[in-house]
């Protein structure tokens, strides 16, 4: 059974500190992304990765980093230097060639008191 | 600058009805178009997609328009099932450069009225 899978569901964590969101994907995908969900406005693209050990900023990468070391990983770090973490985070992958949509994970909703 | 822009933040179909999604773009270069459905707390969900060389794809009572002139495209969804009410988001892609990056619209909320 084939998907994309992101835990925790939900995750709370302390001002200042460094939190890492999980996803992972067995449908052999090339391609992997993260997004950033706030209430009431778009996805807005943190970082995504086209082949492993090779990834690039999104339109909001500050505060962020991630490591692509294997296909079916691409895990994201929360840094204490994003000033606005609290969000819903959505990974997605895609296969490789022109016309392929995204597929997306469920999701984990971090929150930072 | 939003490149993608779902102008329409809310919008209420009686059942059976028909549902106009609208989204417009700026930047010509999109050349792939895809329409995605989310629940609260869910990841979105793919409807239905359209490359630039076409004007219109169907699926089931999901279809997709685009009008490059325009720089727009629509979804119709026909008919309206309660069940569809979500948000749905439009997203655009520069596909045939490589870039394999998609910007997404805000989105718009659809209820659909039983």
């Known amino acids: 059974d084939g998907g994309i899978t992101q835990s925790p569901k939900y995750l709370f964590r302390k001002e200042g500190q460094n939190v890492t969101l999980s996803c992972e994907q067995n449908l052999n995908h090339d391609a992997m992304y993260w997004y950033r969900q706030d209430p009431g406005q778009g996805l807005r693209l943190i970082y995504y990765?086209?082949?492993?050990?090779?990834?690039q900023k999104g339109d909001i990468a500050e505060g962020y980093s991630v490591s692509r070391e294997k296909k079916e990983s691409f895990p994201l770090t929360v840094t204490s230097a994003q000033k606005n973490p609290t969000a819903f985070y959505l990974c997605a992958s895609r296969a490789s060639g022109v016309w392929h949509e995204q597929f997306f994970g469920p999701g984990t909703r971090l929150t930072v008191l | 600058d939003q490149q993608v822009k779902q102008n329409s933040p809310s919008l209420s179909v009686q059942e059976g009805r028909i549902s106009i999604l609208n989204c417009d773009y700026t930047?010509?270069?999109?050349?792939?178009f895809l329409w995605y459905k989310k629940y609260p707390a869910e990841g979105p969900t793919f409807l239905i997609s359209?490359?630039?060389?076409?004007d219109k794809n169907e699926d089931g009572r999901f279809t997709v328009f685009l009008n490059k002139s325009a720089k727009h495209l629509s979804l119709h969804i026909v008919p309206s099932q309660p069940g569809d009410s979500a948000v749905y988001f439009c997203?655009?892609?520069?596909?045939?450069?490589?870039?394999?990056?998609?910007?997404f619209g805000t989105g718009t909320r659809l209820k659909v009225l039983a």
């Open positions: 990765s086209q082949i492993v050990n090779d990834f």
């Open positions: 997203a655009a892609s520069e596909a045939t450069s490589g870039t394999y990056k998609y910007i």
């Open positions: 359209i490359s630039s060389i076409k």
């Open positions: 930047n010509s270069m999109f050349d792939y």
